[in-house]
């Protein structure tokens, strides 16, 4: 079976990480502008939270954010890693940290990461005597939003720098939170798949309700269906028309995953609704068309092939909607039946054609989506007909009988794979003496 794969899903909007920011064109000199974007987000008063055991390069800092109007800055000074950690788990509310790399209790880039690992969301900018570009980039790698060299004029470098630290905080946490709402929307697009497949699954014919059925007709049902993004447009199914007869069908829809499936359920309704045991597969179909085509949307149809087998008077009898020629089988001799037809959904008045011919115990029918005939083989060539033609009778001369298992292994062992496309096939078999 093929594996399931599935992505996308519902959309979930979160509350912006930045609401109560506006933005202030003219707070002093531009910050640097993330993700194209035309604004700055900038709080009219920001708190300052700096961490600098100097006293003197402490009040170069702090004087040279008394001299900015706009915005303001509130500063609270600590000498120690430890009183930064214990002020940011406090209430008090801290827009940015200032934090010198060489303090009494923590020295170097450790410092950053144990400042970061106690508050993941507030900006850092680190000070720091050196003037190395490596560095800097290090720093920057464990956490740090900027930094600064001490040696600089701070009157010119700590405002402009406290506002790219918040302005690149802020993109970092837009960034993670459309990661977070993709990742929630494959979770959620993974159940929603992995329901409508159940749903999907659940339309097929359930052996522990049709087995005894099918036993009484002495009919046999061998069958293979997989949708190739989990969901699909392939369906095949059963109906009892009462006495000895019993229709199948098989039919395919454009397109495949979640637009395909919709249609698939569509269908499977109109099927339900329709249905009458007394109507001949032409008629039937003509109905199916002409409900169809007020459902689908421009470019959507469906291939679709019905038959009933009458096991009293030992005939098949069919029409088809475009539908891949199914193969009538008897000993080792086979044949492709006459399946054209205008697919469901083109029309608002088809037209099908009913066909009739002996159908006698030992006789098989294969249905099959053309999933199997238009597999590449290599080069440009596809599989087609002409490959269906040779793997049946190849599995007609040696076994006797067609088996789906053994059909689609010799398939499988000639084309490309994985299927492209959603691959159904059944084999349908009136057994001898009634099994």
């Known amino acids: 079976m ?5 992505r996308g899903g519902r959309l979930i909007r979160l509350p912006s990480r930045t609401s109560g920011w506006r933005t202030d064109p003219g ?6 502008q993330q993700g194209g974007g035309t604004n700055r987000i900038i709080k009219d008063t920001l708190r300052v939270l700096l961490v600098e055991d100097e006293p003197g390069d402490a009040r170069l800092v702090e004087y040279a954010l008394r001299m900015s109007s706009a915005p303001v800055f509130i500063v609270k000074h600590v000498t120690t890693l430890a009183a930064a950690i214990a002020h940011v788990k406090s209430e008090e509310v801290v827009d940015v940290i200032l934090l010198d790399l060489s303090l009494p209790d923590s020295t170097g880039i450790a410092t950053v990461s144990r400042m970061q690992e106690a508050t993941s969301k507030t900006p850092i900018v680190i000070m720091t005597g050196l003037d190395d570009p490596r560095f800097a980039s290090y720093a920057l790698e464990v956490g740090a939003q900027d930094y ?16 790219y630290a918040i302005t690149r905080m802020a993109s970092q946490i837009e960034r993670q939170a459309l990661l977070e709402r993709i990742a929630e929307q494959q979770r959620h697009l993974v159940e929603e798949v992995n329901a409508a497949r159940a749903m999907q699954f659940d339309l097929l014919p359930r052996p522990e309700r049709l087995d005894g059925r099918l036993g009484s007709l002495g009919i046999e049902v061998e069958s293979f269906f997989e949708p190739s993004s989990g969901i699909g447009g392939d369906l095949w199914g059963c109906l009892d028309c009462g006495g000895g007869r019993m229709s199948f069908y098989c039919f395919d829809f454009t397109g495949h995953g979640i637009g395909a ?26 109905t199916l068309g002409s409900a169809l085509r007020g459902l689908l949307g421009r470019g959507q149809f469906a291939t679709m092939f019905l038959c009933t087998i009458d096991t009293e008077a030992e005939e098949l009898e069919w029409a088809s909607a475009g539908a891949p020629a199914p193969v009538l089988m008897k000993d080792r001799e086979f044949r492709f039946l006459d399946a054209r037809g205008v697919p469901l959904g083109l029309s608002k008045t088809p037209e099908y054609k009913d066909h009739r ?45 067609l088996r789906v298992d053994h059909l689609l292994d010799e398939v499988c062992r000639q084309v490309q794979t994985p299927f492209e496309d959603d691959l159904t096939a059944v084999c349908i078999r009136r057994l001898q003496n009634g099994g």
């Open 2 to 6: 093929m594996d399931l794969t599935a």
């Open 27 to 32: 707070a002093g000199e531009s910050a640097p």
């Open 148 to 163: 600064l060299i001490k040696s600089d004029d701070p009157e010119r470098t700590v405002g402009r720098a406290i506002r």
């Open 261 to 286: 499936a919709l249609n698939v359920f569509r269908l499977h309704a109109l099927i339900s609704d329709h249905w009458d045991p007394r109507r001949q597969p032409g008629e039937t179909l003509r």
């Open 357 to 401: 011919e002996p159908f006698p115990m030992g006789s098989s029918l294969l249905m099959y989506s053309d999933a199997i005939t238009d597999s590449p083989l290599e080069g440009e060539r596809l599989f087609g007909e002409a490959g269906l033609a040779d793997a049946i009778g190849g599995l007609l001369a040696r076994n006797g009988e």
